[in-house]
């Protein structure tokens, strides 16, 4: 069973950085695509960043230029890099990852960014 497990969320000072990683598990084939999504209090899960195993990115326009998504060569685990973090940042960061029809997702990651 795949299974993917979230890491390096914590408290952070706005202006900050912090790095994210997921790392896949049970999977005997690479993920066509990889991904961030992230889900703040009261408002509804959106899109981070996705990685497609050719290196296509997609970047949530407002987060451009201050987040980037990468994936080790190969492997089936992705990171987040998050600089210059601001409050509105603050949310439960979720990995994705797709195969074919497949659509899999971590339990989530908690990013807390303090004024």
């Known amino acids: 069973q795949v299974q993917l497990v979230e890491s390096g969320g914590g408290l952070v000072q706005a202006g900050g950085s912090l790095r994210l990683s997921c790392v896949a598990s049970?999977?005997?084939?690479?993920?066509?695509?990889m991904g961030w999504y992230r889900q703040a209090p009261g408002k509804e899960r959106e899109l981070v960043a996705t990685l497609t195993r050719s290196g296509t990115t997609n970047y949530a326009d407002v987060l451009k230029g201050r987040f980037t998504i990468s994936r080790d060569n190969g492997e089936n685990t992705a990171h987040l890099q998050m600089s210059s973090l601001k409050p509105d940042d603050t949310a439960v960061y979720y990995c994705n990852a797709k195969y074919s029809i497949r659509n899999y997702w971590g339990k989530g990651t908690l990013v807390t960014v303090s004024s």
């Open positions: 049970g999977s005997i084939f690479s993920f066509d695509v």
